[in-house]
C-alpha cells in the first residue's frame, strides 16, 4: 500500500470557493506568498486542519500540473462529524488553513485499459486520474452515478471527454448498472472506484473473479468490520525495532492507543484505518488488520499494518517504530 512520498505541514490560503454543484464546494488553495506547491499525482489527498481541531481528507480533484494550486471538493454533509460543514460555512477567501500531504493511497498503476466508477463525491480522485490516462493515449470510460444531475459534481469538466463518459443519475435512470460492465472480467482492463459503500460493495464482489490486481478501490469512510467481543481478545507485547521499546497492548485497545498510553506518538490522522496516515512496516509477528484500506493481498503479506486500528494475532509483534 505505501507509495512514496514527502508529506509536509503546510499552511496555505484559500485563494477562491466554487460552486461545482448543488452541496459540492471546491477550495482552491495556494502558497501565502506564491511559488510551488509540493509535487503529487492522480489518486493523492491531503489532510485539512480545520478550526477545533477538525482534521479530515481530501482527494486533490485539480490538475498536477498546476504547481501553484490544490483543489480540494467537499460534499456537505448534514450527518457529518462537523468536518464538510466547517468547510462550508466558516472557509473564506483569505482564510489560511494548515494542510497535510500529500498522500497517495490510490495511485494510478500504468495500464491500456481502464474503467472509472464513480459515485457522487467519489469523482473527486477520478479526475486527475482520467487527464493522466486520456494524455497517455490508453482507452478508459467512466461510468458516474449520482442522487440527481443537479447533486453530480464536474459535469461541465467531462464534457468534453464525450462519449467516454457515462452520467447516470439515480432520479432518471436508477442505479448504476455494474453487471453489464463487470459480470464479464476483462483482461488487461484496470477498475478504478469511488465512493459510498454499497458501490464499492458491490463493485468488489463484481470483481471478484478478475485477475488479483484489477481492482483498485478508495474508501472515504471506513467499511464496515464484524463486531468484536473485546473478552475474546488477549494482551500482546508490541516491540519497536528502532527505539528498542516494548509496549504491552491491552485487550480493546489498538496499537496507537497503547504507544500513546505510554507517552509514544507516532504520526496519525484518521483514526479510523483509511488514510493511511499511520501505515507501519511490521517486521516479525501477525497483525490482526481492521483498516480499510490495504488489499486482500497486501493483508496477507503482513508486512505492513494501520496501527491506528489494528491489533495482533499473536502474543508478539516487532514494527518498524
Not at 481492482?215 to 527505539?243: G, M
Not at 516479525?284 to 488489499?295: I, T
Request: charged share 25%.
Amino acid at each position: 500500500m505505501s507509495t512514496t512520498h514527502e508529506e509536509r505541514e503546510l499552511r496555505l490560503r484559500v485563494h477562491q470557493l466554487t460552486w461545482e454543484s448543488e452541496g459540492v464546494i471546491s477550495v482552491h488553495l495556494r502558497a501565502p506568498g506564491g511559488g510551488d506547491l509540493p509535487v503529487w499525482q492522480a489518486g493523492a489527498h491531503v489532510d485539512l486542519r480545520l478550526p477545533g481541531i477538525i482534521t479530515r481528507q481530501y482527494s486533490l480533484s485539480g490538475s498536477p500540473t498546476d504547481r501553484t494550486t490544490w483543489r480540494i471538493s467537499v460534499l456537505r454533509e448534514a450527518a457529518g462529524k462537523g468536518g464538510s460543514q466547517a468547510v462550508h460555512e466558516t472557509l473564506r477567501p483569505g482564510d489560511v488553513v494548515e494542510v497535510v500531504g500529500p498522500r497517495n493511497n490510490f495511485p494510478l498503476v500504468a495500464g491500456a485499459d481502464y474503467l472509472f466508477i464513480a459515485g457522487g463525491i467519489g469523482i473527486t480522485p477520478m479526475l486527475p486520474m482520467i487527464e493522466a490516462v486520456a494524455a497517455s493515449g490508453a482507452s478508459w470510460q467512466l461510468l458516474y452515478g449520482g442522487r440527481t444531475r443537479s447533486s453530480m459534481a464536474f459535469l461541465p469538466e467531462l464534457e468534453r471527454h464525450g462519449d467516454a463518459v457515462r452520467v447516470q443519475p439515480q432520479d432518471e435512470v436508477g442505479l448504476l448498472d455494474l453487471g453489464a460492465l463487470l459480470d464479464e472480467p476483462r483482461d488487461g482492463t484496470l477498475v478504478y472506484c469511488c465512493g459510498p459503500e454499497p458501490l464499492l460493495a458491490a463493485v468488489e464482489e463484481r470483481c471478484a473473479s478478475w485477475a488479483p490486481g484489477s481492482l483498485h478501490l478508495e474508501r472515504f469512510k471506513p467499511r464496515a468490520q464484524a463486531p468484536v467481543d473485546p473478552d475474546a481478545e488477549s494482551d500482546f507485547e508490541v516491540v519497536l525495532e528502532q527505539s528498542g521499546v516494548t509496549v504491552t497492548v491491552p485487550a480493546g485497545m489498538s496499537v496507537l492507543e497503547a504507544l500513546e498510553d505510554n507517552g509514544i506518538e507516532p504520526l496519525n490522522s484518521c483514526r479510523e484505518g483509511i488514510c493511511g496516515t499511520c501505515e507501519t512496516k511490521v517486521l516479525a509477528g501477525v497483525p490482526d488488520h481492521r483498516d480499510s484500506l490495504l488489499s486482500d493481498e497486501e493483508r496477507a503479506a503482513n508486512d505492513t499494518m494501520m496501527i491506528c486500528v489494528g491489533r495482533a494475532l499473536c502474543d508478539r509483534l516487532v514494527l518498524d517504530l
